[in-house]
C-alpha cells in the first residue's frame, strides 16, 4: 500500500464563486490561480501523486502551460487516477480538509464527495470532506484565501 499527502492554498480574488471539489459555490470572491483554484482537489492530486511519487501537480499541469488556464481541475484528478491504475493501485480512502472561514463547506461536502469518488473511481464512503476554520488566524482566518490537505491510502489493485 502507499499512502500520500497534499497541501493547496490560493488566494481570494474578484468573482462571485469558488470551486471546491468540483462544485461551484457562490461566494464574494473568487480565486486566484491558473486552473479554476480548486484547492481540495489540487491537493488531493498532490497525495496522490506523492503516494505514487512521480512529482506534483506542477509537474503534471505546469501554470506556465497555456492549456490548463481557466482549466477544470477535475481534468487534473481523472489524469492522477489513471496514473493511479496505471501503476498497479486502487484508492483505499481519501480524506480532504478545507481550510477557510467562508464559504461554509457543510451544505456542499456531500456533491463535493460524490464528484470526487467519481472521478477516482471509487464509493463515495471512500472520501471524506470536512472543513475546518483557523480560528481567525493567519490568511484565511482574515479571509485572504483558502486553503486544503489531502490524505489517501493507495492499494495494490487485485
Request: charged share 20%; aromatic share 4%.
Amino acid at each position: 500500500m502507499r499512502i500520500g499527502q497534499g497541501f493547496d492554498v490560493h488566494a481570494f480574488g474578484p468573482g462571485d464563486h469558488v470551486v471546491l471539489g468540483g462544485v461551484r459555490i457562490a461566494h464574494a470572491h473568487g480565486i486566484v490561480a491558473h486552473s479554476d483554484g480548486d484547492v481540495a482537489i489540487h491537493a488531493l492530486c498532490d497525495a496522490i501523486l506523492g503516494a505514487l511519487a512521480l512529482g506534483d501537480i506542477g509537474t503534471h499541469f505546469p501554470p506556465s502551460d497555456a492549456r490548463w488556464r481557466d482549466a477544470d481541475s477535475r481534468i487534473f484528478l481523472r489524469r492522477c487516477a489513471q496514473l493511479m491504475r496505471q501503476n498497479g493501485f486502487v484508492p483505499g480512502n481519501a480524506d480532504i480538509t478545507i481550510v477557510c472561514e467562508l464559504p461554509k463547506i457543510l451544505p456542499h461536502a456531500q456533491a463535493m464527495r460524490a464528484n470526487l469518488g467519481a472521478d477516482l473511481g471509487c464509493s463515495i464512503d471512500q472520501v471524506s470532506v470536512k472543513a475546518t476554520t483557523s480560528e481567525k488566524l493567519g490568511f484565511t482566518g482574515r479571509g485572504e484565501g483558502i486553503a486544503a490537505l489531502a490524505v489517501v491510502l493507495l492499494l495494490p489493485a487485485s
